[in-house]
């Protein structure tokens, strides 16, 4: 009976990875709000993106690339001067962001602007 239960939580497990699963065609191109109102812009560079802030002309991602079956990045906090790695995560008209600093971590969610 155990093992019965172990098998079905395994399965779920894995088809819930493969139905939330990052893919390498994501495309994060285009204009972007921040949850401050800030626009950032995302363009294709290479083999990867990067987000540079409208008005001030400051990289705010940089080094976007799909690495491991998923999409990271670094991340630029130029209020706080504080750079971070990151994971993204395109959900819809979302970007969701990851920023991993230490044992710290913090989700900043970006939608995309028409």
Known sequence: MK??????LLMA???SSLAFGQDATDDFSGKWKTEEGKSIVISKSGAGF???AVEKKIVILKDINFSSGKWVAVVYNP???VTA???LFLEGSQLKIVATKGLFSKTIVWTKEL
């Open 79 to 81: 209020i706080k001067d």
């Open 13 to 15: 497990l894995l088809i």
């Open 85 to 87: 790695d990151c994971e």
């Open 3 to 8: 093992i019965k239960k172990i098998i079905v």
């Open 50 to 52: 990067v987000g540079q």
